[in-house]
Nanobody
């Protein structure tokens, strides 16, 4: 079973950038499709971006297209989410997700707070 740990969140002003990282252990990350989700207070968890095992498919939510970039380094067992031009509406806990067949694995999340 893969374990996921997110890092890189913080409190920033609107317009700032962050790099969120997800580090996997216990399994080889190349065996998993990876994604980032986020959950704002009082709202359901929503999809942000995904990257297939070989990085051949990289879909994004419409709300983050052009601002967020997902990448993976299978050799380092990491998946990053570069977030730029942050808006207060991006405030949420960001979660890393690994999927293999129909099984989902989640990290504990990292908080991103954007002040106006």
């Amino acid at each position: 079973q893969v374990q996921l740990v997110e890092s890189g969140g913080g409190l920033v002003q609107a317009g700032a950038s962050l790099r969120l990282s997800c580090t996997a252990s216990g399994r080889t990350l190349s065996d998993y499709g990876m994604a980032w989700f986020r959950q704002a207070p009082g709202q359901e968890r929503e999809f942000v971006a995904a990257i297939s095992r070989n990085a051949g498919s990289i879909p994004y939510a419409d709300s983050v297209k052009g601002r967020f970039t997902i990448s993976r380094d299978n050799a380092k067992n990491t998946v990053d989410l570069r977030v730029t031009s942050l808006e207060p509406e991006d405030t949420a806990v960001y979660y890393c997700n690994a999927r293999q067949y129909s099984f989902d694995y989640w990290g504990q999340g990292t908080q991103v707070t954007v002040s106006s």
